[in-house]
């Protein structure tokens, strides 16, 4: 059983950066998959970022540029830098692995971004 726990969401001003992270209780460089979700109110889920086994990252077309995720193998930990914020950014942020394919997810962290 795979868990997941986000942290770091908050309430930042337009143009602030916040650093979320994701923990995990096993060992994430074996896991196949781990990413980012948002869902803002209102709205459907959408996918914000992703980083392989290997190391490769994509991130959506939206947040391109502002937001890059990244990994400490060490620590279990995976986080999403995420500068320039806009209020169009306030949802909660999801985390997601997927490990021998099955997907788990965090129970999320909300970041609000207002002025």
């Known amino acids: 059983q795979v868990q997941l726990v986000e942290s770091g969401g908050g309430s930042v001003r337009p143009g602030g950066s916040l650093r979320l992270s994701c923990a995990a209780s096993?060992?994430?460089?074996?896991?196949?998959?781990m990413a980012w979700h948002r869902q803002a109110p209102g709205k459907q889920r959408e996918w914000v970022a992703i980083?392989?086994?290997?190391?490769?990252?994509n991130h959506a077309d939206s947040i391109k540029g502002r937001f890059t995720i990244s990994r400490d193998n060490a620590k279990n930990t995976v986080y999403l830098q995420m500068n320039s914020l806009q209020p169009e950014d306030t949802a909660v942020y999801y985390c997601?692995?997927?490990?021998?394919?099955?997907?788990?997810w965090g129970k999320g962290t909300l970041v609000t971004v207002s002025s």
């Open positions: 997601r692995a997927v490990y021998y394919g099955t997907t788990y």
């Open positions: 096993g060992t994430i460089s074996s896991y196949s998959i």
């Open positions: 980083i392989t086994r290997d190391g490769t990252t």
